[in-house]
């Protein structure tokens, strides 16, 4: 019939496959077990945000007691020290992983996909031996103050040890950020690919 194969003809082309360049801009996280997400996402960045909530509040319960009441609590600025340095501690894998730090990296965005990976490589496994150094370092003083008894300055009275441990627990999760690098990397992912605009 005429016109059969023109119909015939007018079938959709075939989606065009997807680029490396795609398939490398997956979002942090993307590429890893689903656990591995929600340990990073929603436990340790919502408990980061807890304590640095808390932080805040006890120093503006502080500047307020100072400022109405001229009375000045020892405690205040010790807790709030051990906050912010626990929030940090807790959190600073989950923003290494995600990018949320400042890189120098025009360079980085100019060089082949290849070379971008061995960087990439390189430090990832950098990372991942200084994680280890800090999880040593930290087991080592925390048994250090576990043994002499030592206690915190103020009238909290904290072992001073279990302050400390957010060394080594900090080093191992600083650690599991630079694993995670790992685990894109062998499955052929760039970890912190350029995004949009960076590119001059």
Sequence with gaps: MPGTDTLTSAAPPAAP??????DDALPPGRG?????SFIEDR???????????????????EASSRSLLSESHW???ELVRFLVVWSVLL???VGTRHGHYIRMDLLLNMLPHRVRLAFAWLNSLIGLAFSVLLVIAGFQEVAHLQA???FTESNLDLPLWTVRLVLPLGGVLYGFA???N?????RGHDPDPPVEGENL
């Design 75 to 77: 405690w205040a600025e």
């Design 148 to 150: 002499i008894g030592m």
């Design 182 to 186: 790992i685990v894109l990397l062998l």
């Design 178 to 180: 630079f694993v995670g």
């Design 17 to 22: 496959p997807q680029t490396q360049a795609v």
């Design 32 to 36: 890893l077990p689903g656990w591995w």
């Design 43 to 61: 436990l340790l960045l919502n408990i980061a945000t807890i304590l640095m909530m808390a932080a805040i509040g006890i120093m503006f319960y």
């Design 91 to 93: 959190s600073l894998g």
